[in-house]
């Protein structure tokens, strides 16, 4: 290859690696981190009280400048509460989270199927992360997307809490709710 070709394949592979590393390497998205829905219901009512207050003390002034000034300031708060409330899609939200709890719940599936068999083989549950995640291999694999939060082990019962990255909840799976493949 000649120094032209080599210099125009490592600027190729630049370009592709800086622009689109998930592609480059094979990475999966997790997706983008979705706010607690209990946020926009906040930021909804604050914004429109700040807009109802701001709005009464742009009336209630009787210079013509501070009324004009404050009735414009009160669209501001009022623009946010419009937008929290007609902008904002809560189904494809909930839905998301649903999914994203789904996928921690099909992790914590594979754990309580890994921890059934440590059971039958050892007579206790594990409460090692480390040693979950080594017997954990033929039970599905773990989602790299789902966080493992906590793992409480007994000799009779296991707890575990899990949450995908991307959703605002967290999945808790006990085993004391039956058996421990029965989400509790």
């Known amino acids: 290859m000649t120094n032209k070709s080599k210099q125009l394949v490592f600027r190729t592979l630049f370009i592709i690696l800086s622009f689109s590393p998930g592609?480059?390497?094979?990475?999966s998205s997790c997706g983008e981190k979705i706010p607690a829905l209990g946020n926009f219901e906040l930021i909804s009512q604050y914004?429109?009280?700040l807009a109802?207050?701001?709005l009464i003390l742009g009336i209630l002034f009787d210079h013509k400048i501070w009324k004009k000034v404050l009735l414009v300031l009160a669209l501001v708060p009022f623009a946010g509460w419009m937008?929290?409330?007609?902008?904002?899609d809560y189904n494809k939200l909930?839905?998301?989270?649903f999914n994203h709890n789904a996928v921690a719940e099909a992790t914590l599936a594979n754990i309580a199927e890994a921890q059934d068999r440590y059971k039958s083989e050892q007579s206790t549950y594990i409460g090692?992360?480390?040693k979950i995640y080594s017997h954990i291999g033929g039970a599905?694999?773990?989602?790299?997307?789902?966080k493992i939060l906590n793992v409480q082990a007994g000799v009779d019962h296991w707890r575990a809490e899990a949450g995908h990255i991307s959703?605002?909840?967290?999945?808790?799976w006990d085993s004391r709710a039956g058996t421990s493949l029965k989400k509790g």
């Not at 959703?167 to 808790?172: F, L, N, Q």
């Open 167 to 172: 959703s605002p909840d967290t999945v808790i």
């Open 23 to 27: 592609i480059a390497f094979g990475q």
């Open 47 to 49: 914004s429109l009280g």
């Open 94 to 97: 909930k839905k998301d989270i």
């Open 52 to 54: 109802v207050v701001v």
């Open 83 to 88: 937008y929290v409330n007609f902008f904002v």
């Open 140 to 146: 599905g694999g773990m989602n790299e997307c789902v």
């Open 128 to 130: 090692d992360l480390r």
